[in-house]
């Protein structure tokens, strides 16, 4: 298996460019999340989906679209960058039950300038 | 809802030390809890979790903790530190019915001293 993967590793936007940051698992897991990781800040979610064709708005959804048209995909979208945007990007997914962990992908680095 | 501190932005310790991460949480519901490690460049990796069955919880390469529900802590330790350790670890809390979210700490970045 290859667990949580995620395209592209980097990426360079000028500002008001678009993108689509793509995420695939492989472990049929029903959740899925988008967060951001920031110097000093942690990971802060911005989207996540309990289920194909669903989504909800996390903790920092600004600027931010996605959609999960199938079980293994979680796209997050930029329409307009921002320079506030530049992070690293992480998706996971885990499965319904409670107890368990989030698996994480290797993330996408992206610089908005 | 719930959230995490973790005690230290950077912990250093001499390589054969005791590492001691700390981590209290708040949640107005009983808690799950997470511990994860994060290598240069690399996604998180869960390390150990706490799922309200014994509270002393061992993990991967030799690290535990312990949840203290009087203390509100899940600190994590590890009896000797390795040059390998070298990492970012982040704690994360969510509850135990309807947990769709995690929340995590800021991190602590852990420098191992030869």
């Known amino acids: 298996n290859a667990g949580v993967t995620q395209t592209p590793k980097f990426r360079v936007l000028k500002t008001g460019q678009s993108m689509t940051l793509l995420c695939a698992q492989d472990?049929?897991?029903?959740?899925m999340y988008w967060y951001r990781q920031d110097p000093g800040m942690g990971l802060r979610l911005i989207h996540y989906?309990?289920?194909?064709?669903?989504?909800a708005k996390g903790e920092v959804p600004d600027g931010y679209n996605v959609s999960r048209l199938k079980k293994q995909n979680f796209l997050l979208g930029l329409e307009s960058a921002a320079p506030s945007q530049t992070s690293v990007y992480f998706c996971?997914?885990?499965?319904?039950?409670?107890?368990?962990?989030?698996?994480f992908g290797p993330g996408t680095r992206l610089t908005v300038t | 809802a719930q959230s995490v501190t973790q005690l230290g932005s950077h912990v250093s310790v001499s390589e054969g030390a005791l590492v001691l991460l700390r981590c209290n949480y708040s949640?107005?519901?009983?808690?799950?809890l997470f511990w994860y490690v994060q290598y240069p460049n690399q996604g998180l990796q869960l390390l150990l979790k706490?799922?309200?069955?014994?509270?002393l919880v061992k993990g991967i390469n030799g690290f535990e903790a312990e949840f203290k529900k009087s203390e509100t802590s899940f600190h994590l330790t590890k009896p000797s530190a390795h040059m390998s350790d070298a990492a970012e670890y982040f704690c994360?809390?969510?509850?135990?019915?309807?947990?769709?979210?995690?929340?995590f700490g800021t991190g602590t970045r852990l420098t191992i001293i030869p």
């Open positions: 949640s107005s519901v009983p808690p799950y």
């Open positions: 706490y799922t309200s069955a014994a509270t």
């Open positions: 989906s309990v289920g194909e064709g669903t989504t």
């Open positions: 472990m049929n897991h029903e959740y």
């Open positions: 996971a997914s885990r499965p319904r039950e409670v107890s368990y962990e989030q698996y």
């Open positions: 994360a809390v969510s509850p135990n019915f309807g947990n769709e979210k995690l929340t």
